[in-house]
């Protein structure tokens, strides 16, 4: 059993479904019990505060809607039992329940032991997160409900802004910009709010704008008030002019055996994802044992608040590990199951997206993709309802991994990325700021643009700095080596030496950054076929070279540079069609170019076909890293070989 009252007044059964508490009047009497916090509220008491003028027969009514909750809130209870819940004690009534089932006593308990000790971080977190807006919301014209509103509300603000200076003392904090401006702008009087958004600017790298805080507040304090700013804004105010070290987080370890709740592993989870390297594969394993932590609670809503908060910006179409993106998918649909049409619609939005963000288009079967685009513009229609633009930018990297559904999408994706990119510059998001220029540079590249892709290239690594994201040049390192070997087939250009030269050595980068095999695998071979293509050479038949996923559509041409026909027309033979995802174009590419050289005529015309959408495209250039040249060259070999030419 389990009552809340931090949004509308609601009772749950230890399986989560709702009690039928009754009418207006019965979740009053309960409301107000609860408020009492287990003490007992006598009956007259009761009376004055359901009714301003009480009937004749007010009492008599208190006791039927007792009787009433009684049945609800134990409807196993055997007939003459003495209530366990909702008791009557001398002249009136009290709730019997543990304070860890009532959200209000929860969020109570968290926030003393938080004033107490900063290790009690996750339980202020979690209890926060319980709010499901004004206490007490549907108890209207009460004295009693709003005296215990105002005092709930005040606080819900010294939670939100300890919750800010506990993350801020821990060294993090950068991240609460947005959270904390838009509390200061709701409650432009609580001097602490300032101070701590200063903080936060300054913690993320933006002096000037806290300075500019703080002389804003003081403006407000002194034209409103006729007030100085109090201490503690002033001696901020010098500590950052002067560079305080006080300012200074003291550095802290990861250690993977600390014993962290599930809210707090998954967002830290998050941040060692952005990080890369060795922080992504410590990532991945965190974050699923934070979901499955969730899930024993038997919490829905906490478990969809822990899978929906890692929203770490995706930009591959195929999992560095399909596993661990199957369990996260599979627990997101056993939690929006749960939660049902229904649900908050930001729990089932973020759910939604995580959906369509963990399905990587190139690891799905058909049934699959259809369920992961579906997903993604569930969410993104929700998002836009809810007019939350973090939540929309999430939901758009769902929308961005599901719209490889054919060759010859670059401009659509351009359009998604450019809003991403929007929202993420006006809504200060800096990992999807960052997320929108590498789309809008793999569109770019994939139409040949090489000016656009390397503005955004350049735009990227300068938001890399600040977010601390290190996987940005490696892939922009990359796009450099796709421009060095577009630019080495024009006259004038660089040489194929120089160009292959180059690949070499952002692949000795990529393979020093683990945790992305699903980007690498295969990624340095291909791009070495391409360069040998670009100049008419047969594919490099080195057998050290790793084909990765991409082996199928290689052999026929591997196996053409080394003269055996007969075992290429077999392979091509035997060639899937491509996955839809960044390698599409590439990929339909290599079977038209096997197919003209083998004069499979079918499969030649399967490729033209699948081709024509994305004639003025480049072969490769979606993924930003390599090329194959013009599609419009490989579309021309299959409809020749077709036309039987």
Same mark, same amino acid.
């Given at each position: 059993?389990?009552?809340?009252?931090?949004?509308?007044?609601?009772?749950?059964?230890?399986?989560?479904?709702?009690?039928?508490?009754?009418?207006?009047?019965?979740?009053?009497?309960?409301?107000?019990?609860?408020?009492?916090?287990?003490?007992?509220?006598?009956?007259?008491?009761?009376?004055?505060?359901?009714?301003?003028?009480?009937?004749?027969?007010?009492?008599?009514?208190?006791?039927?809607?007792?009787?009433?909750?009684?049945?609800?809130?134990?409807?196993?209870?055997?007939?003459?039992?003495?209530?366990?819940?909702?008791?009557?004690?001398?002249?009136?009534?009290?709730?019997?329940?543990?304070?860890?089932?009532?959200?209000?006593?929860?969020?109570?308990?968290?926030?003393?032991?938080?004033?107490?000790?900063?290790?009690?971080?996750?339980?202020?977190?979690?209890?926060?997160?319980?709010?499901?807006?004004?206490?007490?919301?549907?108890?209207?014209?009460?004295?009693?409900?709003?005296?215990?509103?105002?005092?709930?509300?005040?606080?819900?603000?010294?939670?939100?802004?300890?919750?800010?200076?506990?993350?801020?003392?821990?060294?993090?904090?950068?991240?609460?910009?947005?959270?904390?401006?838009?509390?200061?702008?709701?409650?432009?009087?609580?001097?602490?709010?300032?101070?701590?958004?200063?903080?936060?600017?300054?913690?993320?790298?933006?002096?000037?704008?806290?300075?500019?805080?703080?002389? /804003?507040?003081?403006?407000? =304090? !002194?034209?409103? *008030?006729? @007030?100085?700013? %109090?201490?503690? #804004?002033? $001696?901020?105010?010098? +500590?950052?002019?002067?560079?305080?070290?006080?300012?200074?987080?003291?550095?802290?370890?990861?250690?993977?055996?600390?014993?962290?709740?599930? /809210?707090?592993?998954?967002? =830290? !989870?998050?941040? *060692?994802? @952005?990080?890369? %390297?060795?922080? #992504?594969? $410590?990532?991945?394993? +965190?974050?699923?044992?934070?979901?499955?932590?969730?899930?024993?609670?038997?919490?829905?809503?906490?478990?969809?608040?822990?899978?929906?908060?890692?929203?770490?910006?995706? =930009?591959?179409?195929?999992?560095?590990?399909?596993?661990?993106?199957?369990?996260?998918?599979?627990?997101?649909?056993?939690?929006?199951?749960?939660?049902?049409?229904?649900?908050?619609?930001?729990?089932?939005?973020?759910?939604?997206?995580?959906?369509?963000?963990?399905?990587?288009?190139?690891?799905?079967?058909?049934?699959?993709?259809?369920?992961?685009?579906?997903?993604?513009?569930?969410?993104?229609?929700?998002?836009?309802?809810?007019?939350?633009?973090?939540?929309?930018?999430?939901?758009?990297?769902?929308?961005?991994?599901?719209?490889?559904?054919?060759?010859?999408?670059?401009?659509?994706?351009?359009?998604?990325?450019?809003?991403?990119?929007?929202?993420?510059?006006?809504?200060?998001?800096?990992?999807?700021?960052?997320?929108?220029?590498?789309?809008?540079?793999?569109?770019?590249?994939?139409?040949?643009?090489?000016?656009?892709?390397?503005?955004?290239?350049?735009?990227?690594?300068?938001?890399?700095?600040?977010?601390?994201?290190?996987?940005?040049?490696?892939?922009?390192?990359?796009?450099?080596?796709?421009?060095?070997?577009?630019?080495?087939?024009?006259?004038?250009?660089?040489?194929?030496?120089?160009?292959?030269?180059?690949?070499?050595?952002?692949?000795?980068?990529?393979?020093?950054?683990?945790?992305?095999?699903?980007?690498?695998?295969?990624?340095?071979?291909?791009?070495?076929?391409?360069?040998?293509?670009?100049?008419?050479?047969?594919?490099?038949?080195?057998?050290?070279?790793?084909?990765?996923?991409?082996?199928?559509?290689?052999?026929?041409?591997?196996?053409?540079?080394?003269?055996?026909?007969?075992?290429?027309?077999?392979?091509?033979?035997?060639?899937?069609?491509?996955?839809?995802?960044?390698?599409?174009?590439?990929?339909?590419?290599?079977?038209?170019?096997?197919?003209?050289?083998?004069?499979?005529?079918?499969?030649?015309?399967?490729?033209?076909?699948?081709?024509?959408?994305?004639?003025?495209?480049?072969?490769?250039?979606?993924?930003?890293?390599?090329?194959?040249?013009?599609?419009?060259?490989?579309?021309?070999?299959?409809?020749?070989?077709?036309?039987?030419?």
């Amino acid at each position: 059993m389990r009552i809340d009252v931090l949004g509308a007044v609601r009772a749950l059964h230890d399986d989560g479904t709702p009690v039928d508490l009754g009418g207006p009047r019965h979740r009053e009497v309960l409301a107000r019990l609860v408020a009492a916090g287990g003490r007992m509220v006598p009956t007259d008491t009761l009376v004055e505060d359901l009714w301003a003028e009480p009937p004749v027969r007010a009492v008599g009514a208190l006791r039927t809607f007792v009787a009433a909750l009684r049945r609800a809130v134990e409807p196993d209870r055997p007939p003459r039992t003495p209530p366990r819940l909702l008791v009557t004690e001398g002249p009136g009534y009290a709730l019997r329940l543990p304070r860890d089932t009532v959200d209000v006593h929860r969020f109570e308990d968290a926030l003393d032991r938080a004033r107490r000790t900063p290790d009690a971080l996750t339980d202020l977190d979690e209890a926060l997160a319980t709010w499901r807006g004004p206490a007490y919301a549907d108890v209207t014209g009460s004295v009693w409900a709003q005296r215990e509103r105002t005092r709930l509300e005040e606080l819900r603000l010294e939670g939100v802004e300890l919750r800010a200076r506990l993350l801020l003392d821990s060294g993090s904090g950068a991240e609460l910009v947005a959270e904390l401006g838009a509390h200061v702008t709701a409650h432009p009087w609580r001097e602490p709010a300032w101070g701590l958004l200063a903080r936060a600017l300054h913690r993320a790298g933006r002096q000037a704008d806290a300075l500019a805080t703080l002389r /804003r507040a003081r403006t407000m =304090l !002194a034209d409103q *008030l006729g @007030l100085d700013p %109090g201490a503690d #804004l002033r $001696h901020l105010e010098t +500590d950052i002019l002067r560079g305080a070290a006080t300012l200074q987080p003291t550095p802290s370890v990861w250690t993977a055996t600390a014993r962290l709740g599930p /809210r707090t592993t998954v967002g =830290l !989870a998050r941040t *060692l994802a @952005l990080a890369g %390297g060795d922080a #992504l594969v $410590h990532s991945r394993r +965190d974050r699923l044992a934070a979901v499955r932590a969730a899930e024993r609670t038997g919490d829905i809503a906490l478990t969809a608040r822990v899978i929906g908060a890692y929203d770490v910006p995706a =930009l591959w179409s195929r999992a560095d590990d399909p596993e661990q993106s199957r369990a996260v998918v599979a627990a997101a649909e056993r939690t929006l199951t749960a939660l049902g049409t229904d649900g908050p619609a930001p729990l089932r939005a973020r759910l939604l997206a995580t959906v369509a963000v963990e399905s990587r288009s190139a690891d799905l079967p058909a049934t699959g993709q259809r369920r992961a685009g579906q997903a993604a513009r569930e969410a993104e229609a929700l998002a836009r309802e809810l007019g939350d633009p973090a939540l929309l930018a999430f939901a758009l990297n769902g929308v961005f991994l599901q719209s490889f559904t054919r060759p010859g999408l670059a401009a659509a994706r351009d359009v998604i990325g450019a809003e991403i990119l929007d929202l993420a510059t006006r809504h200060e998001l800096p990992d999807f700021a960052v997320l929108g220029r590498l789309i809008r540079l793999q569109s770019a590249s994939a139409l040949g643009d090489l000016g656009t892709a390397t503005a955004h290239a350049e735009a990227a690594e300068q938001l890399a700095v600040s977010t601390e994201a290190s996987l940005v040049p490696v892939l922009t390192g990359w796009f450099r080596a796709r421009a060095t070997a577009a630019r080495s087939a024009e006259p004038g250009g660089p040489t194929a030496a120089t160009a292959a030269a180059q690949y070499r050595a952002v692949e000795n980068v990529l393979a020093e950054s683990a945790g992305m095999p699903g980007l690498h695998r295969g990624l340095f071979a291909l791009a070495l076929l391409g360069l040998r293509l670009l100049h008419g050479r047969p594919a490099p038949t080195d057998p050290a070279l790793d084909w990765g996923p991409y082996r199928p559509w290689t052999r026929p041409l591997v196996l053409l540079a080394r003269h055996r026909d007969e075992e290429a027309r077999s392979a091509l033979a035997t060639t899937p069609e491509p996955p839809l995802d960044h390698m599409q174009e590439a990929l339909w590419c290599l079977t038209a170019h096997a197919a003209a050289r083998l004069g499979e005529r079918p499969l030649a015309t399967r490729a033209a076909t699948a081709l024509r959408p994305a004639r003025s495209e480049h072969a490769g250039g979606a993924s930003g890293m390599l090329t194959l040249g013009p599609v419009a060259r490989y579309l021309a070999e299959a409809e020749a070989c077709a036309d039987g030419n």
